[in-house]
Each structure stands twice: as structure tokens, then as C-alpha cells.
């Protein structure tokens, strides 16, 4: 579980860390177009965590190795570590970055398949011994179905970011613009957890309605 920031805002985020580790529990097989973005309110201190498929931001989920993708993926590291135009508070609130990062996060299991192909290699010559060519021909098969369905399962990745804000007055902190959609085209929906001194919520913006009203919750 990694939930840095939202730590450090103090003992209030410990329920949002709570929920945020079932939540990444369902996101495992997440959803593309889907998301999450989780803010805690303590005092002056609004610390918020977004997770989102890659294919959301950048339209890929394998780790960047042409031009191309490595420039589509530095301009989303550099969109996403600017939340106040992604996710734009009122003036009023005095909202300000303390700090911001964001990162892609490849799920690789490239690590394990050397493992995998010696046993299928391995399998084939036994099957040679015992049955000629034809039994190792199928150990060949097998193999590749294999190779295939771990490289299907690889092609996933996510962004996550973590920001810190410091906001003047928090208590005007009543509604947010998700600019974020406008931004990047392949994002439809984001599940949004806010926790503050008066508890937990939970909403859901989309791209068809972007604006969240956070009246009488901070």
C-alpha cells in the first residue's frame, strides 16, 4: 500500500488509508476510463491521491520505448504533477501545491516468465524422450499459449499521483471543477472519497458532469 502524502496530513486520513487499500485491492483488474481520486482535509492541510489506468492518460499500458510514447509520457508526468489546473478549487479557498508527484506504475510480470519458460522447455524434452517429436511439439504449444497469455496479463499500468496543498481557507473549499477530463480524452469517471473533520463521503464525477459540490462537507 502506498499512500504517502495522505499520511502525512495526520491521524484524521487513517479511515481514507483504510479505504483506499480495499480500493486498490479492486482496481487490480481496473476498468479503463475509470479512476480514483481521494482527498483528506486536516486543518489548512488538503492532501489528495489519484489513481488512474494508464490508457486513461496516455492511451497505452506497456512500458514507453518509442519516441513517441516517451514524449506522450513525459507531457502526462508534467500535466499531472499541476493539480490546481487539473482539479480547480475556488480563489476564495487560497489553495496552493506544497508538493506534487506523479508516476506510471508498469504491473510487469516479465520477472517470473524466464522461470516459466525453462519449465515448459524442460517439459517438451521429456515429452521428446518419451513420445518423439509429436508430444514435444504440443509442449511447444502449450509454451506459447503461455508466453501469450503472461504478456497479455503484463499490459497494465497506472499513473499514480500524490499532492499536498496548503489552503489559506479551507472552509471555502466548496466545490471543484474536474478540468482533468477536458485534459485527457480517454478518462470517463472518477470515484472521489473526501474525508474531513465532519467524516467521510464518497461521489462520483464523470466527463458529462465534471463539477463536484463539496458544500457542508468541509
Do not use: W
Not at 479511515?15 to 479492486?26: D, M, S, T
Not at 504491473?107 to 519449465?119: L, M, S, V, W, Y
Amino acid at each position: 500500500m502506498r499512500i504517502p502524502l495522505l499520511c502525512t496530513a495526520g491521524a484524521l486520513l487513517i479511515p481514507l488509508a483504510a479505504a483506499n487499500a480495499e480500493e486498490r485491492r479492486e482496481l487490480d483488474a481496473h476498468e479503463h476510463g475509470h479512476g480514483s481520486f481521494n482527498m483528506a482535509v486536516e486543518g489548512k492541510t488538503v492532501a489528495i491521491e489519484l489513481q488512474v489506468p494508464g490508457a486513461d492518460i496516455v492511451g497505452f499500458e506497456h512500458k514507453a520505448k518509442s519516441a513517441k510514447d516517451k514524449a506522450a509520457l513525459k507531457s502526462a508526468k508534467e500535466s499531472l504533477s499541476a493539480p490546481l489546473a487539473l482539479f480547480k478549487m475556488p480563489a476564495a479557498a487560497g489553495c496552493k501545491v506544497s508538493s506534487a508527484k506523479a508516476e506510471f506504475v508498469l504491473d510487469d510480470h516479465h520477472d517470473d516468465h524466464g522461470d516459466h519458460k525453462e519449465h515448459a522447455e524442460h517439459k517438451g524434452e521429456k515429452h521428446a524422450d518419451d513420445h518423439h517429436d509429436h508430444d514435444k511439439h504440443a509442449g511447444h504449444d502449450d509454451h506459447d499459449k503461455h508466453t501469450d497469455a503472461k504478456e497479455a496479463k503484463a499490459e497494465h499500468a497506472e499513473f499514480h499521483a500524490d499532492y499536498q496543498l496548503t489552503c489559506a481557507a479551507p472552509e471555502k473549499l466548496t466545490a471543484i471543477d474536474f478540468a482533468y477530463f477536458g485534459k485527457f480524452k480517454n478518462a470517463e469517471e472518477l470515484e472521489v472519497k473526501v474525508v474531513t473533520a465532519k467524516g467521510q463521503s464518497q461521489y462520483e464525477v464523470t466527463r458529462a458532469k465534471p463539477k463536484l459540490d463539496l458544500g457542508g462537507t468541509i
